[in-house]
Structure formats: C-alpha cells, structure tokens
C-alpha cells in the first residue's frame, strides 16, 4: 500500500515544525512534502518582497500540489500559511494557531485584514490544533466551530530530553533558547544578569539562537561588562539542544506574547528551573513560586530578585524540577501525543476517500 502523502506548508526549519513533521512521519507512515515563503521576514524591505511573494504563493502551491497529488495539507499559522491551505483545493486540511492568536502584533494596521484572513481559514479548515488551551480563548471569542478543535501539544519526546542534569547546584547555570528578537526581551535578561554580577554572584548564561538582535546583544553584554560570562551558540541542530540543557540548571524565558512553548516543555523536561514572564500562555503551565517563577514582561530588577530567591533555595528548586518532569511524562509526550494527531490525520483522509 501507497504511503499517504501530506503537504506541509511552513517553515520546515523551525524546531517546531521539525518535531511535527517527524512525528507523522514516525507514528503515522506519512510522506510528507514541504513549501515554504523563501523571504525571510528579518527587516522592512524583505517585509515588503515576502508580502509579494506570498501574493502569488498560491499558483506555486497548487503546481506543487499537481506535481505530487498529496492527500491532506497541513499549515502553521493560521494568518499566513493555514490561509494558502485554505485556498490550496486539498481536503482534508489542518492548520494550527501558533501563538495566543496569532493576530500580531497588537496594533499593526494590518490587522483587520488579518483577522478576515484568519476567520476564512478556519472556516475552511477540518481540524484545528491549539498546542494548549491559552489559544482556545481568542478561538471562542471569535466564534470558531469548537467541535473542529484539537487541544493537544505535539510533545516532548522523552528519550531524547531526558532528566540527566549535570549543572552544578553551587552556580547559576542559565540557559536562554529563544530566536534572537525584540519580543523575546532578550536585553531585559542582560540587564538582569548583570545586576547578579554587581552583587558578587557567579553565573554562566547561555544564549542559544539566532536573529536580528545578535550583534546588539553581544555589544550590550560587552557594555554591562558580563561577555566573559554569555556564550551565545548561534543557531544548532535540535538533536544538540538536550545537552545544553541538561548542564544548565535555570532557563529562562521573557517573551512578551506566547501561545504553547516547546522550549519550556524541553527545558521542564531536562531538569531546568523555570522563571518566565508572566503572560497568560506561561501562566497555563507555571504557578509561581511553585514549579517555577513568573516576572512581569520588561522588569530586569525583578527577574534578578526571582533568581537570587530561587537560587538560595535549592531544595525547593530539586522538588519543582522532579515534579516538572513528571508533569511532562504525563501531560506532553510526543510519542503518545503525535500517534493520536497521526490517527485523527487518517480518519479526516479516510473519510474524504
């Protein structure tokens, strides 16, 4: 029998597309086909060159979609890329909210055209996943059909991000792996670390990723007189992540929006000590001071405050990494997980058959 075939339409190099691809791959048989925009979105004048080309996206995809006849499209995104699905012809077709509503940002004149844009495509859409249940909210209150709905993260996988940390307890070892962007706040953790390393207090700080921010924010770690201490990695293979992870003993994350994050899940599952900026999608898994730490977006002072106060108890921190793992075990396991997105993938091809 003929492998069933899947279009997937994203940027297939993004660690989260990679796990979703590979999963259906793995626990479904799929063949999976790929088509992404080739213009990066990292200034203005690309801005305008990829909202050009996205204009015209459609014809490409559907010579693709002659050329290999697949059987389903899948989209992330549902104002970009779950919008081409849409408009594809393919049926069955699943498209998967990113963030909270991926309607960003906030006040872009664009957005009311985004929002015509995000309500066709899940109008057309057979199945939409929200990753958690933080991005049901902006689904409901703009009336999506909810028996469509799959609330289910993709997973972790477990053999991979194993609980082996190795970080010493005696020193904060922190580690950061979010791309390289304003909205990630990366100068808010900087200014941060760099009040710890006025008071005397030692850390590491690894800064995993790549982006538009790089350059300013290695010249900032040199201002704040802490670049012995930041090692930035750039850009790695997902397969290196794991052990990154397991010899720090902090992660830290302040991004100013967020629908689910893979990140933390990986770095929940490694052993790592969350604090995260308190915004709703990290409020659906952390409670403070509890299983980790949350810190109003853009306040440095008080993420310094949050890390000398869960550095100095490092039994409490030993017992929210234990009880993190096992939430994870539990909740957001990629093998259990990606088998039922796999199977309900089927039946919506089965039933088009």
């Not at 999976?32 to 015209?56: A, G, H, Q």
Request: hydrophobic share 40%; aromatic share 8%.
């Amino acid at each position: 029998m003929m492998k069933k075939k899947i279009l997937f339409l994203g940027e297939s190099y993004r660690a989260d597309a990679i796990t979703w691809m590979n999963g259906l791959e793995e626990f479904g048989d799929f063949e999976i086909i790929t088509w992404e925009l080739k213009t990066p979105s990292d200034n203005s004048k690309n801005r305008i060159k990829r909202v050009w080309e996205f204009l015209f996206a459609i014809s490409k995809i559907k010579s693709l979609i002659k050329l290999e006849k697949p059987n389903m499209v899948i989209a992330e995104r549902t104002t970009s890329y779950g919008f081409l699905a849409a408009m594809s012809g393919i049926k069955p077709i699943a498209i998967a909210q990113q963030g909270r509503t991926d309607l960003w940002p906030e006040k872009s004149i664009s957005l009311p055209l985004k929002k015509i844009i995000q309500n066709y495509a899940f109008t057309k859409a057979d199945l939409i996943h929200a990753w958690g249940p933080v991005m049901t909210e902006s689904m409901i209150e703009n009336k999506v059909d909810m028996s469509k709905v799959l609330v289910l993260p993709k997973g972790i996988d477990l053999n991979k991000f194993e609980n082996k940390n190795t970080a010493t307890p005696e020193k904060i070892h922190a580690i950061v792996t979010r791309s390289l962007l304003t909205e990630y706040r990366h100068v808010t953790i900087l200014k941060s670390f760099a009040v710890l390393n006025e008071k005397g207090i030692d850390f590491s700080l690894t800064i995993v990723g790549d982006g538009s921010q790089l350059n300013a924010l290695k010249d900032l770690a040199k201002e704040l007189q802490i670049a012995n201490k930041v090692k930035f990695t750039g850009r790695i293979a997902n397969t290196e992540l794991p052990k990154l992870l397991q010899e720090s003993n902090f992660y830290i994350s302040m991004p100013i929006t967020e629908g689910v994050s893979a990140s933390l899940f990986e770095a929940m599952a490694c052993g790592c000590y969350p604090i995260v900026s308190d915004i709703p999608g990290n409020r659906s898994w952390i409670n403070h001071r509890q299983n980790g730490q949350l810190v109003t977006i853009d306040n440095d002072k008080q993420l310094a405050e949050e890390l000398i106060w869960s550095f100095n108890n490092p039994e409490y921190r030993r017992e929210a990494a234990r009880k993190n793992r096992i939430f994870i075990e539990e909740h957001v396991n990629y093998n259990t997980h990606m088998k039922i997105i796999s199977d309900k993938y089927h039946q919506l091809i089965n039933a088009i058959d």
